[in-house]
């Protein structure tokens, strides 16, 4: 199970955009990475072509988890998640308020 969903509002802790906050836009759990909404942005520079106008296009690129702390929204600290059972359902659990997180 993959600690991280789409729309979880991470933090930034390492690399170029450190200290920044965004929520979670696309998760990529076989390389253990996530694009984050305004981080590791990079632009892009097209030529005009049948399916897209000219211009400078902003990327997401993924970002490694390694890099990223989730943060509760409930206590709204900077946190990591423990996977928990409610009765049959796993659970993902914020360790600092053991509230649950949306999964
Ligand atoms: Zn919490």
Do not use: W
């Amino acid at each position: 199970m993959f600690k991280f969903r789409i729309g979880d509002e991470v933090l930034v802790t390492a690399g170029r955009d450190k200290g920044k906050k965004g929520k979670i836009e696309k998760v990529f759990p076989k390389i253990d990475k996530v694009t984050v909404e305004n981080i590791n942005i990079y632009k892009r520079h097209r030529k005009v072509s049948k399916s897209q106008a000219a211009g400078i296009y902003e990327i997401s690129r993924p970002i490694s988890c390694a890099k990223i702390a989730v943060i509760c929204p409930k206590c709204t600290k900077v946190t990591r998640i423990n996977f928990g059972y409610d009765g049959k359902n796993k659970q993902r659990l914020c360790v600092k308020c053991q509230g649950s997180l949306t999964t």
